[in-house]
């Protein structure tokens, strides 16, 4: 017999080559929860709705079966672990992991909601995946800055401009102050700003705003594309015209995307910036889909150099736990468990630590509350709070370099506002307020 049932297994002890999967389970009125629980472990691994007499018929499919082995149940509905054997899954191949363990299963009508909390990625297949090519580390060389927060701009309007326009933003927020500029997550190569214009006007204007500020400056180029082969041409355009980074909408454009540009990258000596537009159609319903840090773990295993987790604060729902638990996820070597509920530990290895982004709905005004829930060792971006600023976009980068400026200098901002009229007028503009 090989009903759902008989993917749980409450005996069941894992051992050091299981992966393990937290899932919350909401299971409907008319269903049995050991049946809907199995029918999570089965339809995620190798079976389906009919018992198929598997056991007896392919004895040897059960070394590659999920099984239930914990089941909690509490107010808030069922918590329960799947252990899959790590021989479950072809090795480095993200897309397949998510097929199994984040696959048919939300669709199953045995259950009524389904939320992968967390994976656990045991030694052996952590080591199959290559990590941070560039890092936390990498990226504070390019830059001389050991210790700071790295600040970064995207022009606003998001898409539109000319790519003239695009280019002199950059300019302005370079010598404003500020680090890098970011393309936003859906400018690609539209007929206003066609790609490899805009990387030669922009990185044009990124040199010469080094020569006059003599600090390195970047840009965080969207290589995002149509197909994978127009992508790596585009990073290989990035590396030809002197960038330091290409960017990629690593949702939208997928996985196994990610995993080609990353090899790319390797042999181009490029950093890689991931912008997670598109995950709050499945990371925010706490009872229904995938959370952001199995977003963020796959991430980081699968090499990107910098994430946007969110700011807890900003226009975009991140709650506090789950920020502080993606920037371990990120940061640590080893991830403690639980910062948020439910959440798992993680052994990291030799992987390299991505920089965590903080952005969305940030202005001058409440940067100090990011750097005291988060700490200094993260990108800080600010669009709105910066070309929305009544001077425009070189008054609004003055005005975050001195926010930020000011909590390094344990300055109120308003304290520091005496001094720098741009942050002032920030001050007038926004106070002390959170977007909504
Ligand atoms: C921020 C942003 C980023 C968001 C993405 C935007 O602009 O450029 O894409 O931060 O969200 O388009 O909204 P503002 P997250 O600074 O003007 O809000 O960082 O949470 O992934
Ligand atoms: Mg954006």
């Known amino acids: ?29 008319w269903e ?69 363990i984040a696959g048919n299963d939300f669709g199953m009508k045995a259950v009524d909601g389904l939320r992968l909390q967390d994976i656990q990625f045991t030694k052996t297949v952590m080591k199959q995946y290559p990590g941070p090519g560039v890092g936390i580390s990498g990226i504070r060389k390019i830059f001389d800055v050991p210790e700071r927060p790295l600040m970064l701009s995207v022009p606003k309007p998001k898409v539109g401009m000319t790519t003239e326009e695009h280019a002199d933003i950059g300019y302005q927020i370079w010598t404003g102050g500020l680090d890098l500029l970011k393309d936003d997550e859906n400018l690609t190569n539209q007929k206003f700003n066609p790609f490899k214009k805009r990387v030669e006007k922009t990185l044009k204007m990124r040199n010469k705003a080094e020569k006059v500020t003599g600090l390195k400056k970047s840009y965080l180029i969207n290589v995002s594309a149509p197909t994978v082969e127009e992508m790596i041409e585009r990073a290989r355009f990035v590396k030809k015209q002197g960038g330091e980074y290409v960017m990629l909408d690593i949702i939208t454009a997928g996985w196994s995307a990610l995993a080609s540009l990353r090899n790319e990258c390797k042999d ?13 159609a499945f990371t ?38 789950e920020v502080l638990q993606c920037q371990s996820i990120l940061t640590a070597k080893k991830t403690k468990e639980n910062i948020r509920e439910h959440c798992l530990s993680q052994d990291w290895g030799t992987k390299k630590q991505v920089f965590p982004v903080s952005s969305g709905g940030l202005h001058p005004g409440i940067v100090d509350q990011i750097l005291k829930m988060f700490g200094t060792n993260i990108m800080i971006q600010l669009g709105g709070g910066v070309h929305g600023h009544p001077k425009g976009s070189y008054a609004g980068a003055v005005a975050m370099r001195a926010a930020i400026d000011a909590y390094l200098d344990k300055q109120s901002v308003e304290e520091k506002a005496k001094t720098c009229p741009e942050l002032k ?8 307020s959170l977007p909504k």
């Open 32 to 100: 049995k929860p050991e049946r809907a629980f199995g029918a999570v472990a089965s339809e995620s691994s190798v079976g389906t709705w009919t018992d198929l007499n598997i056991w007896a018929k392919y004895p040897h499919v059960k070394k590659v079966a999920a099984k239930v082995y914990s089941i909690e149940h509490t107010p808030h509905g069922y918590w329960i672990k799947i252990a899959y054997p790590e021989d479950h899954f072809e090795q480095n191949n993200v897309s397949q992991i998510l097929a199994s």
């Open 1 to 29: 017999m090989a009903g759902y049932e008989d993917f749980v297994d409450l005996g069941y002890k894992p051992n050091a080559k299981d992966i393990i999967a937290v899932f919350k389970v909401k299971v409907p009125e």
């Open 268 to 280: 181009l000596g490029l950093a890689i910036h991931a912008h997670r537009a598109m995950h709050g």
């Open 284 to 321: 925010r319903n706490p009872d229904h889909g995938i959370s952001m840090e199995v977003v963020s773990k796959l991430a980081r295993m699968s090499g990107v150099d910098q994430l946007h987790i969110g700011t807890s604060i900003g226009k975009l729902v991140s709650p506090k736990e």
């Open 425 to 432: 007028e920030a001050l007038k503009t926004w106070g002390r």
